[in-house]
């Protein structure tokens, strides 16, 4: 029963519960007209405390094709933040006008604050270089869609490993399920952090760590681009020896197996040229479709709508 | 020969390991004491050669359970008329409240007052925890 949790981090729902998410999520793909009025009455707080395009558009469009309401601020300049108010008082507060929350902020943990202070669900839309929960939904989603299940797949993953709470997050719903086999793809500066390490070894989840791509792209069934960030490096020198190694182009697809996909969260910068994007196997662009259908899909689970 | 005296009524707090003695003295505020308190270092110990001794001359109240974050094997000798009448054994605990800090500056405990600093036991030989809100994983001592 999903009616009232939040989702801060992918470890808060069983395996039972996300696939009550993901079926209904198949289902409103199928027919999203269907679910127009289903939150008639219902109102959905976003508080991004950092900018965001995408997420919060998603979540916005997938509360408004419900039929419910959004209030919110997209910056922390526009809220009672900027007088210095603490992230408990700021949702204590929102419990009273809304019936759900949405939260992105820039420090780490800060939903879990959140939820440690209120009694309303309240869904982590991304928190610092440490989670993004929903992203995984709708990677999730896209990955049966296009393969039918997560099982028993070889998942790499390339860019900024560190600091890509779309991967932390990715990863960690992965490894509970049989048969999954990582590629991790990431210059030595960019590896995953201890705590994505710690767990994916406790669980015995086969993995590598290597730096180069493109002799590991043909095992891969899905490989998830991220984007390497030159604020990340401490020298420009490192910066532009390891940029182009992360680079996946249309030369490189040639090295990959006929059905291995490639997924990124997007906003993509330079990490895959655009000559992939008209490659069948590039399936970035669904992505961002299936996120709204999955939100949907949460939104009326957590409300216990559905 | 240096000649530590017994205590009649306090706490001595036995097998720290060799070099942690000050850290401890310092973690206890000891060196704001205003009984009797001594800190021995470098002390014979079977076990492991050497280690360092800390002697209270009082009853004081202190979280016994951050000592178990810096070794289990540290002991907690309750002394009353000169002898031991309660030895404490020491674990390393599951969950730590509000005893050590988180240490990424990106986690919301550095900037959000009025929360519980929260650690997960990890690994028990490591005795490295994770922080409940940014799951950083440290070792504390």
């Known amino acids: 029963m999903l009616k009232g949790k939040s989702l801060i981090d992918p470890s808060d729902f069983s395996k039972e519960e996300f696939r009550e998410i993901f079926d209904l999520a198949h289902e409103i793909a199928k027919d999203p007209l269907k679910y127009k009025k289903s939150c008639e009455d219902k109102i959905l707080a976003t508080l991004f405390?950092?900018?965001?395009?995408?997420t919060r558009f998603s979540f916005e469009a997938a509360m408004l094709r419900l039929g419910g309401q959004v209030i919110g601020f997209s910056e922390p300049n526009s809220s009672s933040v900027a007088k210095g108010e603490s992230i408990a008082d700021t949702i204590r507060t929102v419990e009273n006008y809304?019936?759900?929350?949405?939260?992105?902020?820039?420090?780490?943990?800060?939903?879990?604050?959140?939820?440690?202070?209120?009694?309303?669900?309240?869904?982590?839309?991304?928190?610092?270089?440490?989670l993004h929960p929903t992203q995984t939904l709708?990677?999730?989603?896209?990955?049966?869609m296009l393969k039918g299940s997560v099982e028993n797949k070889v998942y790499g993953f390339c860019g900024d490993l560190k600091f890509g709470r779309t991967v932390h997050s990715l990863i960690k719903f992965l490894s509970n399920?049989?048969?999954?086999?990582?590629?991790?793809?990431?210059?030595?500066?960019?590896?995953?952090?201890?705590?994505?390490?710690?767990?994916?070894?406790?669980?015995?989840?086969?993995?590598?760590e290597v730096d180069k791509l493109k002799e590991h792209l043909k095992e891969?069934?899905?490989l998830y681009m991220t984007r390497v960030q030159r604020e990340r490096f401490f020298n420009e020198e490192d910066y532009i020896r390891l940029k182009d190694s992360f680079i996946l182009d249309a030369e490189k697809m040639k090295h990959a197996g006929p059905?291995?996909?490639?997924?990124?969260?997007?906003?993509?910068?330079?990490e895959i040229s655009i000559d992939v994007d008209d490659d069948p196997r590039a399936q970035y662009f669904n992505q961002a479709r299936n996120g709204m259908y999955v939100r949907m899909a949460l939104i009326l689970k957590l409300l216990g709508i559905k | 020969m240096l000649e530590i005296t017994s205590i009649e009524k306090g706490i001595v707090i036995d097998h720290i390991p060799a070099g942690y003695g000050i850290k401890l003295f310092h973690l206890l505020k000891l060196e704001k004491a205003d009984y009797t308190v001594?800190?021995?270092?470098?002390?014979?110990?079977?076990?492991?050669?050497?280690?360092?001794?800390?002697?209270?001359?009082?009853?004081?109240e202190f979280d016994v359970e951050f000592l178990g974050l810096i070794n289990a094997d540290i002991t907690v000798n309750i002394i009353e008329g000169g002898k031991i009448i309660k030895k404490l054994r020491?674990?390393?605990?599951?969950?730590?409240?509000?005893?050590?800090?988180?240490?990424?500056?990106?986690?919301?405990?550095?900037?959000e007052s009025k929360i519980d600093h929260i650690f997960h036991l990890v690994d028990p030989v490591k005795r490295s925890y994770r922080c409940e809100y940014c799951d950083d994983i440290i070792v504390p001592y």
């Open chain 1, 98 to 130: 809304a019936d759900l929350a949405v939260m992105r902020h820039p420090k780490e943990g800060a939903p879990r604050v959140a939820v440690q202070s209120v009694k309303f669900p309240v869904i982590n839309a991304g928190d610092g270089g440490h």
């Open chain 1, 259 to 270: 059905e291995t996909y490639i997924l990124h969260p997007l906003p993509r910068v330079n």
């Open chain 1, 138 to 144: 709708t990677d999730i989603l896209t990955i049966e």
């Open chain 2, 90 to 111: 020491l674990t390393v605990p599951e969950r730590v409240v509000n005893v050590i800090h988180c240490k990424n500056p990106r986690c919301v405990t550095s900037v």
């Open chain 1, 49 to 54: 405390f950092e900018p965001s395009t995408r």
């Open chain 1, 220 to 222: 891969m069934d899905f």
């Open chain 2, 38 to 60: 001594a800190l021995i270092n470098n002390a014979f110990s079977k076990k492991r050669g050497k280690k360092d001794i800390i002697k209270i001359n009082n009853t004081i």
């Open chain 1, 177 to 208: 399920y049989d048969g999954v086999r990582f590629i991790l793809v990431s210059p030595e500066e960019l590896t995953i952090p201890e705590y994505v390490r710690e767990e994916i070894t406790r669980k015995n989840v086969p993995f590598i």
